[in-house]
Every structure is written in C-alpha cells, then in structure tokens.
C-alpha cells in the first residue's frame, strides 16, 4: 500500500532494490570462483559450484538477518529492509541449487534414493567427524523453502499475522542448524579451515547486533510511562516534544504507543503496524495518514483504520491535552474505533 492509498507493485524502488540484489549475487558467484581457480586449481567444476552458491546463501543469510536490528539501530537501515523478502527468496534458491548441485555430484551415482542418501550415506558413531552435518543443511533448506513459499502477502493474510510471524520466526532455527551444516561439513571435509573462521565471524555479528538492538528498545521503555490498564489518564509526554506529522513513542501497560501531532492535532494509535510489526511510532504523517516506516502501510491517526478499500485496522487510545502536556487512557480502544483527536493548543 502506498501514500496515495494504491497497492505497490513493481515500483522503482522495488526494481532498484532487486537489481542490486541480483547484481551482487552475480558478482559474488563470479569472484568466489575466479578465487576458487586461482587458489585452488584442483578443484572441479563441481566443487567450484558448490561452494560459491552454498556460501552464497549463507552469506546473504547473515545479510539478512542483521537488517532487522540494523533498522532498530539506525533508521539510515531501512531502504533495505523495504523487499527484504525477496532476499530471501534469493537465498533460498541460492541454497537450493547448492544442494541440488550437491545430490547430483554426491547422491545421484548409488541404487539408494539421493534424497534418503542425504541422511543415510554415513553412519553417526557420537563424533564430531561423523555427525550428520548434510541432514542439518537440509532441514534448513525445507525451513528456507517454507519462508520462501509463504513470503507474498497473500500468505500473511490468509495465515494471520501472528502463525505468520512465529513460521517467519524460524529463521533463527534455520540460522543455527546452517551454523552446525556448515562447521561440521567443513571439519569433515577439505574445506579451508577459514570457514570455520568466517563462520564464528558472522555468528558473533548477528549476535552482538540482536543484543545491541534489544538493549537500545529496552531502555526506550524503561524511560517510557508504567500505569496499568484501569487508571485514568496518564501523563505522557509534552506536546513540544513530539516533532509536527511525527510521533512520540511511550510505553502504557507494557504496550508501545505512538502519539503522533499532525494539522495542530494529537492522536495516538498502537506502536505496532498489522502488516509486519513494524514502529508506527517511526513512521510519518504523508497524506494525511500515519504511514509505517518499514512497507509503507497507512492509518487514519483518529480511527486508527487504513483507508479504503484496505481492511488493516490497529488499536486507538482517547487523547487529552491540558497546558501543553498530553495524557493518554492506558486502556486501548478497539482496533479501527475512532478516539476523538485532541487540539495540540490545548
Ligand atoms: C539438502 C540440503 C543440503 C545438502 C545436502 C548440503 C550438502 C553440503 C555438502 C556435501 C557440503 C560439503 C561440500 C564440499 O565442500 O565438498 C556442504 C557445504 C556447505 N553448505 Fe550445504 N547442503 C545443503 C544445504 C545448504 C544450505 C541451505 C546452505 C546455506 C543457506 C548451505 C551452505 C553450505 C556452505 C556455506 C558450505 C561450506 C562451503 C562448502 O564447502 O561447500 N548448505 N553442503
Ligand atoms: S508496512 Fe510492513 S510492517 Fe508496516
């Protein structure tokens, strides 16, 4: 959805945005193999192959997973969390074909299945150098498959946004079980040992960026007001301190709330936008309505609706200003119930 309240298709951004996506990828296939023939001239074809589209996809995994507390860090992020799921999707057939390259060169010659072969070609004994690191990188491939598949929105809509979040939140089980795919497979095989190396590296990034993000939200809600849901009207915030078309985010009964100023007016709506969860509170006031920082989905700030014909609704709280401060009711209307909005000069 846009600001003038049409559904975004093949917008330039988009286009940009997977030209770049591609462009690298392309560009990473071909140095990875010139390197690969320079460094090791007896490696095959096959073996060349294998390894730039399976580090490929772990590569842009990691990419991946430090957008999100990238963009929490510092909104300069957000351009590229706008199609991160077709980066996904990219990583997805980036792994894919690594393992189809895989099963033909390695599974493909016996009478067993090749994909039984996957798990039965060698027998685990408890060691490190038997542990089965090729069952690991395909059921992180069926969880890429599963995330790939479901991705479009018509997906988000028919699943809800909360079974489709929790089935987007198992990339972090894809994550760990490529981390042991790849660790083990290296230990096991004649991969360079700088693997292992550049596999400590990503994993202590993506750590160290998630826990930097967690601390950052979490000391943006301890500063926030604490009340609970029966009280009367909270004091907020003062109506200076919250930019014009902006918002203001404080946190009221455990839950974020964006008060945002607009046309000498104060409405406050829930932090959290129905498409992907993201910061309304981020976002700004374009055409009149609250637009989310991360995909562009808006909101009337009174009503809290999205414009027709789209149907996303979010929660509204009623408003009051007395001598330049705002209060808000802790208790959250209804998603989509107007709250009369309150004059900013009050
Ligand atoms: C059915 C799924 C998979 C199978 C059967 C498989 C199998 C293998 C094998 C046999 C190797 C060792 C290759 C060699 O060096 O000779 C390997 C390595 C590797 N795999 Fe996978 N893999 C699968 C999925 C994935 C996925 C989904 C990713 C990433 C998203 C991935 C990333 C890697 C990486 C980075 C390496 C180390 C580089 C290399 O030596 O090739 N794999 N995999
Ligand atoms: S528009 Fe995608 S999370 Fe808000």
């Known amino acids: 959805m846009g600001v003038e309240y049409v559904s975004v298709q093949w917008n330039r951004q988009k286009k940009l945005y997977d030209a770049v996506l591609v462009g690298g990828v392309a560009v990473y296939l071909v140095i990875f193999s010139v390197l690969t023939k320079m460094l090791f001239p007896h490696a095959t074809d096959e073996i060349m192959l294998i390894r730039a589209f399976g580090?490929?996809?772990f590569l842009l995994l990691h990419v991946i997973l430090c957008?999100?507390?990238?963009?929490?860090?510092?909104?300069?992020?957000?351009?590229?969390?706008?199609?991160?799921?077709h980066a996904g999707v990219t990583c997805f057939l980036l792994g894919l074909i690594h393992a189809v390259l895989v099963v033909i060169t390695y599974h493909a010659g016996s009478d067993t299945n090749p994909i039984l072969s996957i798990f039965v070609s060698g027998k685990f004994t408890g060691t490190a150098g038997t542990m089965p690191f090729q069952s690991f990188g395909f059921i992180g491939l069926v969880i890429l498959f599963l995330m790939a598949a479901t991705s479009h929105d018509f997906w988000l809509a028919?699943?809800?946004?909360?079974?489709?979040?929790?089935?987007?939140?198992?990339?972090?089980?894809?994550?760990a079980l490529l981390v042991l795919h790849v660790t083990y497979g290296v230990l096991?095989?004649?991969?360079?040992?700088?693997?292992?190396?550049?596999?400590?590296?990503?994993?202590?990034?993506?750590?160290?960026?998630?826990?930097?993000?967690?601390?950052k939200?979490?000391?943006?809600?301890?500063?926030?007001?604490?009340?609970?849901?029966?009280?009367?009207?909270?004091?907020a915030c003062a109506v200076a301190d919250i930019p014009e078309n902006r918002a203001r985010i404080?946190?009221?009964?455990?839950?974020?709330?964006?008060?945002?100023?607009?046309?000498?007016?104060?409405?406050?709506?829930?932090?959290v936008c129905q498409h992907q969860n993201g910061p309304l509170g981020e976002g700004k006031i374009v055409y009149g309505c609250i637009?989310?920082?991360?995909?562009?989905?808006q909101y009337q700030p009174d009503t809290g609706a999205s414009p027709p014909p789209f149907v996303e609704k979010v929660p509204t709280f009623n408003v009051q200003v007395k001598n330049g401060r705002v209060f808000i009711h802790p208790k959250p209307n209804p998603a989509g119930t107007k709250a009369e909005p309150a004059s900013a000069s009050s």
């Open 55 to 57: 580090t490929g996809a």
């Open 67 to 85: 957008i999100g507390p990238l963009c929490r860090l510092n909104p300069k992020f957000l351009p590229l969390l706008y199609n991160r799921r």
């Open 158 to 175: 028919n699943l809800s946004a909360p079974v489709w979040k929790s089935l987007h939140m198992l990339v972090y089980v894809a994550y």
């Open 188 to 215: 096991q095989g004649e991969g360079s040992p700088v693997y292992v190396g550049a596999v400590a590296v990503g994993l202590v990034t993506v750590l160290w960026l998630h826990l930097t993000a967690a601390r």
């Open 217 to 235: 939200e979490r000391e943006l809600d301890t500063e926030l007001v604490t009340s609970n849901k029966d009280q009367e009207f909270v004091d």
């Open 250 to 271: 404080v946190c009221l009964s455990g839950e974020r709330v964006a008060i945002f100023k607009y046309d000498g007016k104060i409405s406050a709506v829930s932090n």
């Open 291 to 297: 637009t989310c920082p991360w995909h562009g989905y």
